[in-house]
């Protein structure tokens, strides 16, 4: 299984910027996918997740500002990200559980796109 991500960049703050990851490979179902970010010096984060059935939960810091969305069809799920802030700038990872068969899943991570934000 792979996640691939795409929509990272540079942006000035009030920006947007719209993440993209997709899922490939042995997969018989997603059940939670999600958005997690690193700055540098800091640990990994939850930004926002999103069940298979559309329920979602987000971190306080991207309340009001981000929205998650998935495509079940297509194995995608995006981060519209509005209102940047440059402590928003991190490495953001693609995240998904993923079942390969029916009775076996695990945890799968992408390679990350860097998201900058200056002010």
């Known amino acids: 299984v792979q996640l691939v991500e795409s929509g990272g960049g540079l942006v000035q703050a009030g920006g947007s910027l719209r993440l993209s990851c997709a899922a490939s490979?042995?997969?018989?179902?997603?059940?939670?996918m999600g958005w997690y970010r690193q700055a540098p010096g800091k640990q990994r984060e939850l930004v926002a997740r999103i069940t298979r059935g559309g329920t979602t939960d987000y971190a306080d810091s991207a309340k009001g500002r981000f929205t998650i969305s998935r495509n079940n069809f297509l194995n995608t799920v995006d981060l519209q990200m509005d209102s940047l802030r440059p402590e928003d700038t991190a490495v953001y990872y693609c995240?998904?559980?993923?079942?390969?068969?029916?009775?076996?899943?695990?945890?799968?991570w992408g390679q990350g796109t860097q998201v900058t934000v200056s002010s």
């Open positions: 490979g042995s997969i018989y179902s997603i059940n939670d």
């Open positions: 995240n998904a559980d993923v079942r390969s068969t029916r009775y076996s899943g695990d945890s799968y």
